[in-house]
């Protein structure tokens, strides 16, 4: 039954794909936001939108959760239309992503040492691989793979050709990789926003989430810096990722300690971005289950 499941839902995304592709970016754009802000709030993840919004706004109104709840449908529905034009960016990333805080990229450059990059599901968050390659940067990614078996070759096709072409999927059994690109001097870029079962019950807006910790622990085994970035969607397809100072954190002797701290640091950047521009955030995700 799973099997009829993901095929069913391979053929409407392929659907929608060539039919993006066929009507051009700002029409794809335009079709894909008003299908997600049809469809999306008919959808179960309906009260983990509302749940979530509630632990990070105190005393929110529903007039406040479905504006930030649309918002992030055409979010959505506009990244999901942009698969097809990754290309797009990849050869007009100058005009079509302004970029802030170059000046810690170049320091990265010339310092010729590895970073870890952290983010959250903002916006296109795809396209920060997009700039951080463009820009010289020598990085890989974690990522995690979709159930979907059919849709999944796909995804890692465009990430690995548009985004970043050295990809680690999430998991024990690959973190040797990681550290082997770590140690050949690739920096490496986490999305740190989501639930993890393997983390540490962490605050993130004043309530205990599962949260990784594998930032704070490559900054502290490697001494790599932990540096913030963000993307922003400006219009329908301009954007602007901004890199921020790096943190800066002095090593004790307790390492449990300072792994803690530093991934509190982290959650705390993040609530930051969050509230900058709540609704190109993924409130869908079960981030306090």
């Not at 918002?71 to 960016?89: A, K, P, Q």
């Not at 870890?116 to 920060?128: D, R």
């Not at 307790?254 to 993040?270: A, C, F």
Request: hydrophobic letters at 40%.
């Amino acid at each position: 039954m799973k099997i009829f499941k993901y095929f069913l839902q391979f053929i409407i995304v392929l659907s929608l794909f060539m039919t993006f592709k066929i009507i051009g970016p700002r029409n794809a754009s335009f079709m894909g936001s008003s299908l997600a802000k049809i469809f999306g709030p008919l959808l179960r993840s309906k009260r983990i939108i509302e749940k979530n919004l509630k632990i990070c706004f105190k005393n929110v109104d529903q007039k406040k959760i479905k504006k930030i709840s649309l918002g992030m449908w055409n979010n959505i529905g506009r990244t999901f239309s942009e698969y097809v034009f990754l290309n797009n960016f990849q050869k007009n990333h100058n005009h079509l992503i302004k970029l802030n805080g170059t000046k810690y990229l170049d320091e990265i450059k010339n310092n010729n040492k590895p970073v870890v990059f952290v983010s959250g599901h903002f916006s296109n968050f795809e396209l920060l691989g997009t700039k951080l390659n463009r820009y010289g940067i020598k990085f890989c990614a974690i990522y995690r793979p979709l159930n979907n078996i059919f849709l999944n070759p796909i995804m890692e096709y465009l990430r690995l050709k548009y985004v970043c072409p050295i990809m680690i999927k999430k998991g024990r059994s690959n973190i040797r990789e990681l550290l082997n690109k770590i140690k050949s001097g690739y920096s490496v870029i986490i999305i740190a926003d989501q639930r993890t079962s393997e983390g540490k019950k962490i605050e993130f807006f004043n309530c205990p989430a599962l949260t990784t910790t594998i930032p704070a622990q490559i900054s502290l085994k490697y001494n790599c810096k932990i540096v913030p970035l963000r993307m922003e969607r400006l219009s329908y397809n301009n954007f602007e990722m901004t890199i921020y100072k790096p943190f800066e954190y002095k090593k004790s002797d307790n390492y449990e300690k300072d792994t803690y701290s530093l991934t509190l640091q982290v959650n705390k950047q993040l609530e930051k971005m969050i509230l900058k521009r709540p609704e190109q955030w993924l409130w869908s995700h079960n981030r306090w289950k």
